[in-house]
């Protein structure tokens, strides 16, 4: 029995039973429409894009370095107009478009190291392909208020990328934006560090990263890894360098 879940403008189609494939190519077989005129009397359609920002839930954790990726899908809800208001698969999601594509927003809420506990199971619900499953996280290698956006990667000894690799069978085939936090400094322990507040100078950065990644995020979707990725990975890198 086929059903349907429908936002402004998007209706994503799925059948009532899916199933996970044990292999790194999710099929796209969800039938996705976007109600856009017909041209020559075809409508046009789109593949949806998964969107999944990684963090933890409650106040406690509220605008910690390690909860970036929820700020992100927060950013984009709003800027978006998309409601984050139904629980599935052990996340807050939400369905909408950016443009004419159809997007899914998940914020996991089983905590950051069961995030694929999430985000595996509605990748096979909706049958997202792989290559469209957008992880959006904290990265410690970057400095702060640095982004930077890859077609792939491994986890980097992060728990939530792991966990989201380990229930998508092991594949690293997915696209991640990945959101620079800085390392811990001098002796200072990385849990400690992780679930701390930002200073005034580093939120002041991190905001303004969320708004230059807001239209990486919307150039991602509407064209893909192109030209316009490769500068702002560039202009990322350098953003923060002096002549």
């Known amino acids: 029995m086929l059903h349907a879940i429908s ?3 998007t209706s994503i189609h799925y059948w009532s039973t899916p199933t996970f494939p ?10 996705i429409s976007a109600s856009l005129p017909d041209v020559g009397g075809v409508k046009v ?3 949806p894009w998964l969107i999944v920002g990684l963090g933890n839930p409650g106040n406690k954790y509220h605008r910690t370095r390690h909860n970036v990726g929820f700020e992100m899908i927060d950013r984009i809800s709003q800027k978006e107009g998309i409601l984050l208001n139904t629980i599935q698969s052990k996340a807050l999601i939400g369905i909408g478009s950016i443009g004419e594509v159809p997007i899914l927003l998940a914020k ?4 950051m190291n069961f995030s694929g506990e999430s985000v595996g199971p509605l990748a096979a619900y909706y049958q997202v392909p792989l290559h469209h499953i957008l992880l959006v996280y904290d990265e410690m290698s970057l400095p702060n208020g640095v982004m930077r956006i890859q077609p792939r990667g491994g986890h980097g000894h992060h ?4 966990s989201v690799m380990d229930h998508l069978d092991g594949c690293r085939e997915f696209p991640r934006l990945c959101i620079g936090i800085g390392n811990p400094p001098g002796t200072m322990d990385m849990r400690a560090y992780l679930l701390q507040k930002f200073s005034p100078e580093e939120r002041k950065q991190v905001d303004a990263a969320l708004e230059q990644g807001l239209e990486a995020v ?3 979707v509407l064209n893909g890894f ?3 990725i490769t500068r702002f990975n560039l202009s990322q890198k350098y953003k923060y360098h002096k002549v």
């Open 7 to 9: 936002a402004t403008n």
């Open 22 to 31: 044990r292999k790194c190519v999710v099929p796209a077989r969800l039938h």
């Open 45 to 47: 359609e789109y593949t």
């Open 108 to 111: 996991p809420q089983a905590y």
């Open 159 to 162: 728990n939530g990328v792991k």
């Open 218 to 220: 919307r150039t991602l």
């Open 226 to 228: 192109n030209n316009s």
